[in-house]
Nanobody, 120 residues
Framework: QVHLVESGGGLVQPGGSLRLSCAASGSIFSINAMRWYRQAPGKQRELVAAITSGGGTNYADSLKGRFTISRDNAKNTAYLQMNSLKPEDTAVYYC??????????????WGQGTQVTVSS
């Protein structure tokens, strides 16, 4: 069994910052890419950022410069630092990761999501 658990969401004023965490646990052999997605009410889920096991990163064009993805491989954890937050960043943020378990098969796992609300 593998689990992804997000944390760090909450209510923040426009211009503020939040740091999300995504911790993977369970029978993990290795973790390949880790990603953050978000889904706003009435909208499709969209990719926010991705990071490879080697630290290579990719961002949604509209978020470059404000959001930073990172990971700590020793802790099986990914982070999303979000700065200069705007009301339009309000969404449920989901973690996704490609994980090999003891069977050595790779599967994509999702966390339960964490709510981020940007409002004054």
């Amino acid at each position: 069994q593998v689990h992804l658990v997000e944390s760090g969401g909450g209510l923040v004023q426009p211009g503020g910052s939040l740091r999300l965490s995504c911790a993977a646990s369970g029978s993990i052999f290795s973790i390949n890419a880790m990603r953050w997605y978000r889904q706003a009410p009435g909208k499709q889920r969209e990719l926010v950022a991705a990071i490879t096991s080697g630290g290579g990163t990719n961002y949604a064009d509209s978020l470059k410069g404000r959001f930073t993805i990172s990971r700590d491989n020793a802790k099986n954890t990914a982070y999303l630092q979000m700065n200069s937050l705007k009301p339009e960043d309000t969404a449920v943020y989901y973690c996704n990761a490609d994980i090999r378990g003891r069977s050595r098969q790779e599967f994509a796992y999702w966390g339960q999501g964490t709510q981020v609300t940007v409002s004054s």
